[in-house]
Every structure is written in C-alpha cells, then in structure tokens.
C-alpha cells in the first residue's frame, strides 16, 4: 500500500490498525464495512478453515479479529465474542430486521479449527440472528461465515441502538 499523500510505501503502524507512511508521516485508516469490520491488508497467522487462504488481520471495535478475503468469514476469540456483539448492536441504528430461518442443514457440516486442525462445534447461535455458528472449545475461537455477523447485528431486540 503507498501513501495518498507522497505515494511512499506505508507500513502497519504499532497500534496495528491503521497504517503510517515513513516518509511524511501521514496515517492512513482502512474504511470500517457496514458490520464494523476494518480489514487490514496484513496476513494472520492462521488460514481460513474454508478457504484454506492466509486469513488478514482485522478489527472490530477494539477486537483484533480475523477475516477472509475470498469467502468474507471472520475468526473471533470466543472470549472477546459477547462483548463484540454487544457493541455493535448497541451502535446499530435503524428498524431490526427478522432473519430468515435457521437452515438445519447447516448443523451437518464440519469445519475444523484453523488453529488446531480439530473439528469445530457446530451449533445454533443462542442470540439473535437464526444463524449457526462453528467453535472451538479448546483453541476459544468463533468462525461466523459472510453475513452471520450482520443478521445478529440486524436481528431486532431490547439491546439494539436506536434511531
């Protein structure tokens, strides 16, 4: 990535989300998605347990978390999960929107961990959004594939922001 401003080469600056530019020292800060997720351009250390790609550093509020730039699924401690998706409902705006049913079939797949290769838990999410969600019980990591953040953003509750 090159500076906007002199077109220097940027580097991922210390606080690790955003980028700095070594020559002028502007800051860059990549544009956050509709869900909260500010995708960084730096590889993790971990693959995309669908995709089998490098998984990218990405953060959600003050959550590191992982995602994939091929099929857009995203990788979260399971302990940083609940209070993640507390804020981002309390920061929703906006009617709730009713998702559509849970897909049973959904519950047959199997994902295997992409920190320890184990097949994950594969289970209705308790919350709102009718989605099913993959962990990890041993490594404490939560897979939601591309749009499950969003319907348990959307799905309408108490605990949602307003306006």
């Not at 507390?86 to 047959?108: C, D, H, I, K, T």
Request: hydrophobic share 30%.
């Amino acid at each position: 990535m090159n500076c906007g401003n002199c077109g220097a080469p940027m580097r991922l600056a210390s606080d690790r989300r955003s980028y700095a530019c070594e020559y002028c020292t502007s800051l860059y800060f990549p544009e956050e998605s509709r869900d909260g997720v500010r995708v960084m351009d730096e590889p993790g250390e971990l693959d995309c347990p669908l995709c089998r790609i490098p998984l990218v550093l990405a953060w959600i509020d003050e959550t590191q978390v992982l995602y994939c730039t091929r099929c857009h699924g995203l990788l979260v401690n399971q302990i940083a999960f609940l209070s993640t998706i507390r804020y981002l409902r309390a920061r929703s705006r906006g009617p709730g929107v009713f998702p559509p049913p849970m897909n049973p079939q959904e519950l047959e797949r199997q994902v295997h961990c992409p920190s320890c290769g184990q097949v994950m838990s594969t289970h209705p999410y308790g919350g709102p959004g009718n989605i099913v969600v993959d962990n990890c019980p041993r490594c404490l990591l939560v897979w939601l594939d591309r749009e499950e953040l969003s319907k348990i953003i959307q799905a309408p509750g108490r605990d949602r922001g307003s306006g």
